[in-house]
C-alpha cells in the first residue's frame, strides 16, 4: 500500500553512499540524479546515477546548500531526496524543507531528527522510555564552576562531549579533578569550532566497554522491527574503524534486553524509517544508552549481509508509504559479517589522511565479499573530505570463517600511490585477541602501540 510511488531520487550526497543509494535505486527501477561538487566531477557515482548537475564553489558548501538541491530536485522533477549519511542527513530543518516543497524526505520525521540531534533532549526522552543511562548531566552546562560541582559528584573518570556535536569532536575524558578545568575549557573551544555551540555535558567514564547498536526499521503504521546488533568497538581515538555483526561474545540475555528496551523506546516515540541506537555495554553488562542517530549509517552493510534484507531499499519503501514486509518473527539473521574501513591515511604520520591519486588499484572478489567504494586506478581523492574511500564487508557462517576470509580479503586488496590503513586490518585480523573475541573500545588504542 503506497502513498505515493517514488520514481526519480535526487541523492544529497558523494562518495561510495551515493553508489549505493544509485544501486538501491536501479534495483528498484527508481532514477537517481546526483549533485556533485567542482572536485567531484571525477566520482564513479556521478557517471552512474541518470542525472548529475554540478554545484560550482566551496566543495563542502555544495553538499549542505539545501535551498540548491531541493530546487534542482524540483527542476529535475524528483520527487524525494536521499541524505545518505553525513552532510545533511541529520538536518531537521532540511528535512523539513523538502516536506514543505512537496518533495519526501527519505528518512525519519524532522520532530525525531531535531530530537536526537540534541545529545541532552535525546537521553531524557530514552530515559523515559525505560532506557538505561550513564550517570550525568541532563541539561547543557555552559560555566565552569557549575561543571566542576557535577563532575565532582559524579565522579572521575568522567567524559566531557558536546552537546550539539558528533564525531569525537569537543570530547574530553578526565581522569582526575586536578585536570578538570583545563579539559573542560579545550572541549567548549573545540565545541564552539566545530559546531559553533559551545555548551557540553558530561557522563560518567566506563573504562573499556564495548560499543554495541540495533538496527531498528520502522514503518508509519508503528510496525517495527530489529535487525540484530552490530559491534563497532574496535575504534581508533573514539571512532569506528571495524564493524561487526552480530557481536562475536555479548551474552544471549544482554543481546535480548537490547533488542526489547530498543523496539520498545522506538515503538513509544513513533519513530520512523531506519534508525540506530548506540550503546555502551560495561564488562558487567550493564547498559548504557549514548546516542541515537537517524540516518543510514556507515556500517549499514554488515547488517545487509546477515539479515539479507536491503536497508536502503526498505528505507525508500518505507518513505513510499508500504508496510513493513516482515515481521520480526520472519527475519533471521545468519552467520557473521565484518565491515572495514579502507581509509587513505598515513600510519607511520599518526594516521593523517593522505589524498592523492590512486595509480593502481585491484579489489578482491569471491565468494562472501562486498566491496562498497568508489576507489578506481587513476581516481585522484578530492582532499575535502574525510579519508574514507570505501569499505570492505566480508560474511561466512562462522565467526572463524569470516576472520580467514577476511584476511584472504584483505591479502588480495591492492591500492598503490597513496597510503591506506589496510595493512593495520591485516595485522588486526591476525591478532589473537580479535580472532578469540575480545574487543573493547579500548582495543586498538592499545595494539596500536604494538604493531608495526
Ligand atoms: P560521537 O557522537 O562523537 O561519535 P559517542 O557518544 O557516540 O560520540 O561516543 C563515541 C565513542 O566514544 C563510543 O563508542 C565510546 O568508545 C566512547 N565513549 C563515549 N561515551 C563514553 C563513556 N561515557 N564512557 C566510555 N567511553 C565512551
Known amino acids: 500500500m503506497k502513498t505515493k510511488k517514488i520514481s526519480k531520487v535526487l541523492i544529497a550526497n558523494r562518495g561510495e553512499i551515493a553508489l549505493r543509494i544509485i544501486r538501491a535505486c536501479k534495483e528498484l527501477g527508481i532514477k537517481s540524479v546526483v549533485v556533485f561538487s567542482e572536485v567531484d566531477v571525477n566520482g564513479v557515482w556521478v557517471r ?9 564553489g566551496d566543495p563542502i558548501a555544495a553538499y549542505l546548500d539545501y535551498e540548491r538541491i531541493i530546487s534542482l530536485a524540483k527542476k529535475a522533477d524528483c520527487d524525494a531526496i536521499h ?23 527519505i ?43 557535577i563532575a565532582i559528584d559524579i565522579g572521575f573518570p568522567i567524559i566531557i562531549k558536546a ?29 564552539l569550532r566545530f559546531f559553533s555551540r559551545g555548551e557540553v555535558f558530561i557522563e560518567k ?28 568497538s574496535i575504534q ?14 555479548l551474552n544471549h540475555e544482554t543481546r535480548r534486553e537490547l533488542y526489547r528496551i530498543s523496539k520498545k523506546a522506538m515503538y513509544r516515540l513513533g519513530y520512523e524509517s531506519v534508525g540506530t541506537i548506540e550503546y555502551l555495554v560495561d564488562q558487567d553488562d550493564n547498559i548504557y544508552f549514548i546516542e541515537m542517530n537517524t540516518r543510514v549509517q556507515v556500517e549499514h552493510p554488515v547488517t545487509e549481509a546477515i539479515s539479507g534484507i536491503d536497508l536502503i531499499q526498505r528505507m525508500i519503501q518505507i518513505a513510499e508509504g508500504d508496510q513493513l514486509k516482515f515481521m520480526q518473527e520472519e527475519i533471521h539473521l545468519r552467520g557473521y559479517a565484518i565491515e572495514f ?48 574511500i ?19 580479503a584483505l591479502d588480495e586488496f591492492l591500492i598503490e600511490g597513496v597510503p591506506t590503513n589496510i595493512p593495520l586490518h591485516r595485522q588486526i585480523v591476525r591478532d589473537q585477541d580479535f580472532i578469540d573475541g575480545k574487543i573493547d573500545t579500548g582495543y586498538l588504542d592499545t595494539k596500536l602501540q604494538h604493531f608495526n
Open 48 to 56: 552512474k546515477a541518470d542525472e548529475c548537475y554540478p554545484i560550482m
Open 83 to 105: 541524505p545518505g549519511y553525513g552532510f545533511l542527513s541529520e538536518s531537521a530543518e532540511f528535512a523539513q524543507a523538502c516536506i514543505d516543497n512537496g518533495i519526501i524526505f
Open 107 to 149: 528518512g525519519p520525521k524532522p520532530e525525531h531528527i531535531a530530537l536526537f540531534g540534541d545529545k541532552m533532549a535525546s537521553k531524557v526522552a530514552m530515559r523515559e522510555v525505560g532506557v538505561p543511562m550513564l550517570p550525568g548531566t541532563d541539561e547543557p552546562i555552559d560555566n565552569i564552576e557549575d561543571a566542576e560541582k
Open 163 to 191: 552537546a550539539f556535536g558528533g564525531g569525537g569532536r569537543g570530547m574530553r575524558i578526565v581522569e582526575k579533578a586536578e585536570d578538570f578545568k583545563e579539559m573542560y575549557e579545550s572541549a567548549t573551544n573545540e565545541a
Open 205 to 232: 567514564y566506563l573504562k573499556n566497554p564495548r560499543h554495541i547498536e540495533i538496527q531498528i526499521v520502522a514503518d508509519k503504521y508503528g510496525n517495527i522491527v530489529h535487525l540484530g546488533d552490530r559491534d563497532c
Open 236 to 249: 581508533r581515538r573514539h571512532q569506528k574503524v571495524i564493524e561487526i555483526a552480530p557481536s562475536p561474545l
Open 341 to 388: 574501513r579502507i581509509n587513505a591515511e598515513n600510519p607511520k604520520l599518526g594516521f593523517v589522511p593522505s589524498p592523492g591519486l590512486i595509480t593502481n588499484y585491484l579489489a578482491p572478489g569471491g565468494p562472501g565479499v562486498r566491496l562498497d567504494s568508489m576507489a578506481y586506478t587513476n581516481y585522484q581523492i578530492p582532499s575535502n573530505y574525510d579519508s574514507m
Open 390 to 408: 570505501g569499505k570492505l564487508i566480508v560474511t561466512a557462517l562462522t565467526w572463524e570463517d569470516a576472520v580467514r576470509k577476511a584476511a584472504r
